[in-house]
């Protein structure tokens, strides 16, 4: 009997019996890979990365469209001749430029996108201080004046100027029907920008480098300023129509739909940017 009691309590007390064996079992499946405390501590792994600040900062820059327009300027230049460096050195004056004013329109808006609960947006979510934005886009000043000079002193001024077009726009005449007149004068400088520069500076207004951009040119790239204008504003329509805005992608998608409005957008920016290619190649960027 005593045996037999001895026997019953050290099987009770063994951690790999039936009972131990299933707890083991049950926490091996939790800790997988794919079971459901790994999928919570990647979940937390990834909001630890997105929430650092050099993360968020790139965030509140507009990322894809400072990308997207920096190449694509870049790959003018290429193509209308320029030397890889002069390329370069264009990628980067206006990727800074970009990230310059996509840090303007994100604090300017912290206010009305922290109403509407706009995703992406960690200026407004308090992610990140609103002063490390301001000091940052500081910084983006003192460092896109000499990039932008470094490509010769008339495209240099003509990008500035474009740069102070877009952080006006962020401010003025975006509520109503003029919605679209910074994003054409701004755009209509890019040629300018890119006919006119060079490497390094030394040149002066009587004597800048290059020449001027084609008019059909300058025209075309300010018909594109306003079909980005029109694309960029599509995901921000339901909150400017609560806010009292009447900018006129509103005015066109209360008529023919936010869907319909993505659609003719798309066609006609695509359309413009052929058009660019097509003169650009028959005619030239400067004349």
């Known amino acids: ?3 037999r009691k001895r026997g019953r309590r050290a099987a009770s007390a063994n951690p790999t019996g039936a009972d131990g064996g299933a707890t083991l079992v049950a926490g091996s499946a939790l800790g997988a890979e794919g079971g459901p405390l790994a999928k919570a501590e990647q979940g937390r792994r990834r909001r630890s990365i997105g929430d650092r600040g ?9 990322p894809r469209q400072s990308l997207l327009t920096a190449l694509g300027l870049a790959i003018a230049a290429a193509l209308a001749g ?13 990727l800074v430029g970009q990230a310059i004013l996509g840090w303007h329109n994100d604090l300017v808006d912290r206010e009305r996108d922290a109403r509407h609960d706009t995703a992406g947006k960690p200026v407004a979510s308090a992610r990140i201080d609103a002063g ?4 940052s886009l500081a910084c983006g000043l003192l ?5 932008s000079l470094s490509n ?3 495209a240099g001024c003509s990008y500035l100027v474009a740069v102070a077009i877009g952080l006006l726009g962020n401010v003025a005449l975006r509520r109503g029907l003029l919605s679209w007149l910074p994003w054409a004068a701004s755009f209509a400088l890019l040629p300018a920008f890119l006919s006119y520069g060079g490497w390094g500076g030394g040149d002066t207004f009587a004597e800048p ?3 001027p951009p084609e008019i059909s040119m300058t025209v075309l790239a300010a018909l594109l300023g ?3 204008h029109v694309l960029c504003a599509l995901p921000g329509l339901v909150g400017d129509r609560a806010d009292g805005y009447r900018s006129v992608p509103l005015r066109i998608a209360l008529k023919t739909g936010a869907t319909k409005l993505l659609i003719i957008s798309a066609l006609y920016t695509a359309l413009v940017l052929v058009a660019l290619a097509v003169v650009g190649s028959s005619v030239g960027l400067a004349q």
Request: hydrophobic content about 65%; cysteine-free; overall charge positive.
């Open 143 to 147: 460092l896109v004046v000499p990039l």
């Open 54 to 62: 050099p993360i968020l900062l790139l965030r509140a820059a507009h």
């Open 132 to 135: 490390t934005v301001w000091f």
């Open 209 to 211: 480098f290059g020449a």
């Open 152 to 154: 010769g002193l008339v």
């Open 226 to 228: 306003v079909g980005v």
């Open 82 to 94: 320029r030397p890889a460096r002069e390329a370069g050195l264009v990628f980067a004056t206006v």
């Open 1 to 3: 009997m005593a045996i």
